[in-house]
Structures are given as C-alpha cells and as structure tokens.
C-alpha cells in the first residue's frame, strides 16, 4: 500500500518561505512521478508542479507559481519536496502531495488529479498579509 505524508506547513507572513515535504511508503519510489496540488478557500484543487521520476530531470510549473516554487525529490529519502519562496496571501491553501506510478517514462510528468493515484492528506499553508 502506497502513503504520502506531507510536512512543513504552517503560518509565514507575506514574502516568507516555507518547504514541504512529502515521505513516500511505496517500495519503488524512484518510479513514480510526483505532482503538488492545493485547495484555496472556496476554490477548486489546481495544480502547483510536478516532477518526473527517477532522477526528476523534468519539472512543470503553474503559472502562479513558476520563478517562485521549486519541486525536488530525493530518492534516497523516498521524499518529495515544494520549496515555497516570496509566498502571498494567495498561495494560502491545503497543499497536497500526489504520486503516479506508471509514467511514460523519466522526463515525462502530469499535471492533471486524475492522472495520479495515491495522494497524501495534505498540509495547512497559511501566508498572511
């Protein structure tokens, strides 16, 4: 059975950073790609970044985020990480972790919730004005 645990959330105030990390159960971990999602209040879940597996050669980024979140993973650590720099009041959300097994290969990355299969329970970011 594969779980994600997220860490690392908590209240910054505006222009602060914070990282998340994302512990993965899963025995092949270097294999799946991983992908940050969040939930603001009163909107939908929208992707945040993604990785490819194996080394994590390939990232994408939203819009919103990109110049200012950098996702890595370290394998040997099973982890995934979001490191959230010049954060705004915006960035406020649930942050999940998510993770796909099968990818097409190792620069290959999702950027869609359905795509991925397990997720973790997701870690409180507040960022304050």
């Known amino acids: 059975q594969v779980q994600l645990v997220e860490s690392g959330g908590g209240l910054v105030q505006a222009g602060g950073s914070l990282r998340l990390s994302c512990t993965v159960s899963?025995?092949?971990?270097?294999?799946?790609?991983m992908g940050w999602f969040r939930q603001g209040p009163g909107k939908e879940r929208e992707f945040v970044a993604a990785i490819s597996s194996w080394s994590g050669g390939t990232t994408n980024y939203a819009d919103s985020v990109k110049g200012r979140f950098t996702v890595s993973r370290d394998n040997g650590l099973k982890t995934v990480y979001l490191q959230m720099n010049s954060l705004n009041p915006e960035d406020t959300a649930v942050y999940y972790c998510?993770?796909?097994?099968?990818?097409?290969?190792?620069?290959?990355?999702?950027?869609?919730?359905?795509?991925?299969?397990?997720w973790g329970q997701g870690t409180q970011v507040t960022v304050s004005s």
């Open positions: 899963g025995r092949t971990f270097s294999t799946y790609a």
């Open positions: 998510a993770a796909r097994r099968l990818s097409y290969s190792t620069t290959y990355y999702y950027t869609q919730g359905y795509e991925y299969e397990y």
